[in-house]
T-cell receptor, first 119, second 113 residues
Framework: GAVVSQHPSRVICKSGTSVKIECRSLDFQATTMFWYRQFPKKSLMLMATSNEGSKATYEQGVEKDKFLINHASLTLSTLTVTSAHPEDSSFYIC???????????????FGNGTRLTVT | AQSVTQLGSHVSVSEGALVLLRCNYSSSVPPYLFWYVQYPNQGLQLLLKYTTGATLVKGINGFEAEFKKSETSFHLTKPSAHMSDAAEYFCAVSVESYQKVTFGTGTKLQVIP
């Protein structure tokens, strides 16, 4: 089955530094990738949608200059948390979608998430 | 716009008992509906999905869900709970196959031995 690899699984960084999270589709080409943030005891909140080769579309309330998303190829998207602060500590999950033009199916495949802790 | 409501943030069942996790959706157009499971510190795994056709959908690990348009519901059930079913479950809705998915707030399932 389709696999999405997200790296790192855990990262601890100091306040003010930047952290990059990678999301790779290992055995399929992802036309669209999504980045979610999960707060404790809350649902997944969509942060942004990225299509390969174009700028990401951010959800309302998400700072695009703080959460930089790059989708440079059909198998890789990155999320960079710039100038991280303790309130950015969270669980970030990416998902990738590939459209099967034959069936019309477009299943969503999730990475295993990244636990970010900002001290 | 679409939305999902999951009733009950925590559900406890005894091992071997029926599992019922409730989900109601709101959508102005025919929805695509999903149930995902999340184990601690992991991503989401698709349990099952409804797109079109048969309203009773069978998924992995013995779970199934029934799409009831009149009730705008998509409840998840499993006849007999297993300890390994303890996890968080998310109901989700999408209005088109290619569009973004909106998640419910999740229900944490506890299975008591």
């Amino acid at each position: 089955g389709a696999v999405v690899s997200q790296h790192p699984s855990r990262v601890i960084c100091k306040s003010g530094t930047s952290v990059k999270i990678e999301c790779r589709s290992l055995d399929f080409q992802a036309t669209t990738m999504f980045w979610y943030r999960q707060f404790p005891k809350k649902s997944l909140m969509l942060m942004a949608t990225s299509n390969e080769g174009s700028k990401a579309t951010y959800e309302q309330g998400v700072e695009k200059d703080k959460f930089l998303i790059n989708h440079a190829s059909l198998t890789l998207s990155t999320l960079t948390v710039t100038s991280a602060h303790p309130e950015d500590s969270s669980f970030y999950i990416c998902s990738a979608r590939a459209v099967d033009l034959g069936t019309g199916n477009s299943p969503l495949h999730f990475g295993n998430g990244t636990r970010l802790t900002v001290t | 716009a679409q939305s999902v409501t999951q009733l009950g943030s925590h559900v406890s069942v005894s091992e071997g008992a029926l599992v019922l996790l409730r989900c109601n959706y709101s959508s102005s157009v025919p929805p695509y509906l999903f149930w995902y499971v999340q184990y601690p510190n992991q991503g989401l795994q698709l349990l099952l999905k409804y797109t079109t056709g048969a309203t009773l959908v069978k998924g992995i690990n013995g779970f199934e869900a029934e799409f009831k348009k009149s009730e705008t519901s998509f409840h998840l059930t499993k006849p007999s709970a297993h300890m390994s079913d303890a996890a968080e479950y998310f109901c989700a809705v999408s209005v088109e196959s290619y569009q973004k998915v909106t998640f419910g707030t999740g229900t944490k399932l506890q299975v008591i031995p």
